[in-house]
């Protein structure tokens, strides 16, 4: 059986439908109910109409909100709960949920890749290695092979592109901002970069970098395949890759080798590809890969739609994925932020070791507000760099990555809450009681053996998130890990300046993802009022909120 969302993301005041699939059992009735947080929104009863019944939850007039779906089955003395969740918003790109494709042939055409995404909630699709050559991207031919050597059929590509739209997700085309192929480099030799020794850069022998300095005939060349993506292709956006180098390079364009500063010229790449990309009304999704951090500091503040980060070493440690995303929130004004963060280890490790460590990067990414580009294709992970060697999940492990999925999708108010500052490292440890975890040890960034403590606060919410990193091993989020040991009676303190209104938590760990209303006791002391509370059980993830109620209206 089965319950999904109609659509990956629906817009405010749109009619929201879920879908529930039985298995054939005499079902007589299905009680919906609907939440949002942790308060009943809706509820409605029906008879399940056969094995594929459509519910109709009206339409939500939120500009942005995330919403629990359960509904109980029951009849011939059986009962069955299932749960999905949905959001709705005024503007996809307040945030992107990433998800990839990268099998195109034609057998590929209806392989249940965008119906498994849709499930997940992935919002934008990147089409990883759609392209005939990077320095051409659409085909004339029905049938072609990339430069990889994968077979292509143009007819799949685009009938995918139209089935995302229509599943409310915005396909993105991947391009590559400077790969060129030899004879396209052989043809333009004076449009490449090159190195201090004055030889072509190259990338695994194959890919020719360009020169994408402003008024560099490449980058004019460029933009104008972006445009025939969009056009002919019907994508709705541009994925804009780069390889994390060259970081310096020649230019060849004059008499005397100019050299050149990427990261200089990287943001004017953007904020052309969008001026131009945009005329006519037209706006499209843009997205550029920082590979490995970089140059973040020079692009996030470029009008894109995202900060996207490719994370490799260094930035190995639980603790750096707390930077990273900290980081980029400050330079992007605001943006989503994305981590394109592999993990190894569904390829090298034991799968059980392997679905640990991506719940807990998962659950890491998500407690800090920002979002993981792991899933894609028809239930597969990211491994590496080459999203074509993708791995396959098995069913069960499918379930419960969606679940996790179907939980930050719930909670969506909560992760995205671009007022919620992050205070971990400031907040605790020392003499600093804000917020104290009083019998379970506890860390502030992600240090093996310990729950952590991940807390973010505006003035009238406080929210905590667990991420379960006991018995762990070591802090390195691309290893697999084993099954983390359960905290259970975990005691918490948290300072409040306002009086609370209640402390819910929920977790994608046990039987429901339904919000519970915590039990607590407000203490005071020398250094204020406290608010005392005790989680039942931290398994992998748990988050838990204080609402509060005070102080002046137009203060924030």
């Known amino acids: 059986m089965d319950l999904f969302p109609a659509k990956a993301q ?41 094995p594929r019944t459509v519910l109709s939850l009206g339409c939500f007039d939120s500009p942005f909100a995330g919403y629990g779906v359960s509904v109980r089955l029951t009849g011939g003395g059986k009962t069955a709960v299932l749960e999905t969740a949905f959001d709705v918003t005024d503007s996809p790109k307040r945030t ?37 050559r990077h320095d051409s991207l659409v085909s004339d031919s029905e049938t072609y092979r990339d430069m990889m050597g994968k077979e292509i059929s143009r007819p799949t590509v685009l009938g995918k592109v139209r089935r995302a739209k229509e599943l409310g997700m915005q396909p993105i085309a991947y391009g590559a901002v400077y790969a060129a192929s030899r004879e396209f480099f052989e043809q333009h030799p004076d449009w490449a970069f090159y190195t201090g020794a004055q030889q072509p850069f190259v990338f695994i022998d194959v890919f020719y970098i360009m020169n ?27 994925h804009m890759d780069t390889y994390g180098f060259p970081k310096t390079a020649f230019s060849h364009l004059r008499k005397t080798p100019e050299w050149v500063r990427l990261d200089r010229e990287l943001p004017t790449l953007i904020e052309e590809t969008r001026e131009k990309l945009s005329r006519g009304g037209a706006d499209p999704c843009l997205i550029f890969n920082n590979v490995g951090n970089w140059p973040t500091r020079s692009t996030a503040a470029a009008p894109q739609d995202a900060v996207y980060i490719e994370v490799w070493e ?10 990273l995303i900290d980081d980029a929130k400050a330079a992007g004004g605001g943006k989503p932020v994305i981590l394109a963060a592999y993990l190894p280890p569904f390829r090298t490790e034991e799968r059980r070791q392997a679905m640990n460590a991506a719940r807990l990067l998962t659950a890491a990414i998500v407690s800090h507000g920002a979002t993981h580009l792991l899933l894609g294709e028809n239930r597969a992970v990211l491994t590496q760099g080459y999203y074509s060697d993708y791995a396959r999940l098995e069913e069960a492990d499918a379930g419960l990555l969606r679940r996790y999925y179907d939980f930050l999708v719930r909670y969506l108010e909560l992760f995205c809450d671009g007022e919620l500052e992050t205070v971990s490292m400031t907040h605790t440890g020392w003499d600093n009681d804000e917020y104290r975890c009083l019998n379970a040890p506890a860390s502030a960034w992600g240090e093996a053996g ?19 990193l006991c018995g762990c091993g070591d802090d390195r989020w691309d290893r697999g890990k084993p099954t983390p040991a359960v905290q259970r009676g975990v005691r918490v303190q948290v300072q409040v300046d306002f009086p609370a209104t209640g402390v819910y938590t929920a977790s994608p760990d046990g039987p429901s993802l339904e919000a519970q209303a915590v039990p607590y006791t407000v203490q005071t002391g020398a250094k204020g009022c406290f608010v005392a509370f005790e989680l039942p059980a931290v398994e992998v993830w748990r988050i838990v909120w204080i609402e509060m109620k005070g102080g002046n209206e137009d203060e924030k």
């Open 450 to 468: 310990k729950l952590w403590m991940i807390a973010r606060e505006r003035k009238e919410r406080k929210l905590l998130a667990f991420v379960n």
């Open 314 to 323: 260094p930035y190995d440690r639980y603790c750096h994925i707390a930077r």
């Open 212 to 238: 994408i300095q402003a008024g560099s005939p490449w980058r004019e060349h460029l933009i104008g395949e972006y445009q025939k993506a969009l056009e002919k292709m019907e994508f709705s956006g541009i």
């Open 10 to 50: 629906f817009h405010t005041g749109e009619p929201v439908d879920v879908i529930l699939e039985t298995d054939g059992e005499p079902w007589e009735r299905a009680e919906a109910a609907v939440f949002r947080l942790n308060e009943l929104v809706g509820r409605q009863s029906l008879r399940p109409a056969g």
């Open 96 to 132: 992107l949920r990433y998800g990839f494709v990268s099998d195109f042939t034609p057998a590929d055409a209806d392989n249940g890749a965008m119906d498994w995404l849709r499930k997940c909630h992935i919002n934008t699709v990147q089409f990883y290695d759609w392209s005939y």
